[in-house]
């Protein structure tokens, strides 16, 4: 007996599409990856929300290039997967657990409501496409994220900028 295949229509998925092609021309700093459940407080952990490579925001942060006592920064987040605005979150560096070994810097962006879709247990599993406006000698205030909502969309997203594997954060255009 074979599963059935759900099928998307192109209206659900042409919206990530449109998305993609706005954000991609626009020499923004892009970074894909697999929601865990410690980012999305799924495990009830202190601190959740989602953690980005510190090298990759550096040319967003200039901030954070220091590799001893970066301060934290501030920032607002726009989740147009779900049509939410978050503002003023705030991204804490600090070192995260290697995969294989070795800690490496991270920056975790915490300061979400409680009813984030970046917080939302559900979103656990799901790809999330983050990209932020690279500021010359200031900080930047941007940040646009797409959260896949079914796989439709994250199919969309493995055939525009390639596979993302959990686990292994996919960070371009930097």
């Known amino acids: 007996m074979q599963a059935a295949t759900q099928q998307y229509s192109p209206i659900e998925t042409d ?3 449109d998305w993609i092609a706005k954000w991609i021309g626009a020499s923004w700093v892009w970074h894909a990856k697999f929601l865990s459940g410690t980012e999305t407080s799924a495990t009830e952990t202190r601190r959740s929300g989602p953690c980005v490579p510190r090298d990759l925001l550096k040319p967003a942060f200039p901030s954070l290039a220091k590799d001893i ?6 920032f607002d987040i ?11 979150v705030r991204g804490v ?4 657990a290697g995969l294989f070994g070795a800690p490496r ?17 559900e979103n ?3 790809l999330a496409i983050f990209v932020f406006r690279p500021a ?3 900080d930047s205030p941007k940040c646009r994220v797409w959260i896949c909502r079914n796989p439709g969309e994250t199919d969309v997203a493995d055939d525009l900028i390639g596979p993302v594997d959990p686990g292994f954060p996919a960070p371009w255009g930097y």
Request: net charge negative; charged share 20%.
């Open 78 to 88: 726009e989740i147009d997967s779900h049509g939410v605005r978050e503002n003023r």
């Open 105 to 121: 810097p991270e920056v975790r962006i915490t300061g979400l409501g409680s009813l984030s879709p970046l917080q939302d247990p």
């Open 93 to 96: 560096p600090h070192t995260g």
């Open 69 to 74: 006592g970066a301060p934290s920064v501030e």
């Open 136 to 138: 010359p000698g200031a």
């Open 15 to 17: 919206q990530l599409r």
């Open 124 to 126: 656990t599993g799901a």
